[in-house]
């Protein structure tokens, strides 16, 4: 089985910066493309940030010059820095990961999400 766990969440003043982990772990093969999304109370979810395998990098229009995603392979992490953090920021941030798996000794690609982690910006 395959788990995503985000961690970094917080309340931070408005301007301050957080950095946010997501660790996938379980029966992985491969890990292709990451994203984070965000979900503000009442609003759907939106995507923020995706990274592929390659590395390259895409971003929500609200959030290009502010956050930076990256990933570390080894550690089958995406992270998410946040700066220039804003009271519209806050959310709950979800990660989402396209992922290489074995059932039954059967290689098959599924996503995963994360539980999710609360990020707070205060003005």
């Known amino acids: 089985q395959v788990r995503l766990v985000e961690s970094g969440g917080g309340l931070v003043q408005a301007g301050g910066s957080l950095r946010l982990s997501c660790a996938a772990s379980g029966m992985i093969l491969s890990i292709n493309t990451m994203e984070w999304y965000r979900q503000a109370a009442v609003l759907q979810r939106e995507l923020v940030a995706t990274?592929?395998?390659?590395?390259?990098?895409n971003y929500a229009d609200s959030v290009k010059e502010r956050f930076t995603v990256s990933r570390d392979n080894a550690k089958n992490t995406v992270y998410l820095q946040m700066n220039s953090l804003k009271p519209e920021d806050t959310a709950v941030y979800y990660c989402?990961?396209?992922?290489?798996?074995?059932?039954?000794?059967?290689?098959?690609?599924?996503?995963?999400w994360g539980q999710g982690t609360q990020v707070t910006v205060s003005s």
């Open positions: 990274i592929t395998s390659g590395g390259s990098t």
């Open positions: 989402k990961a396209i992922i290489v798996t074995s059932g039954l000794g059967v290689p098959y690609q599924s996503q995963w």
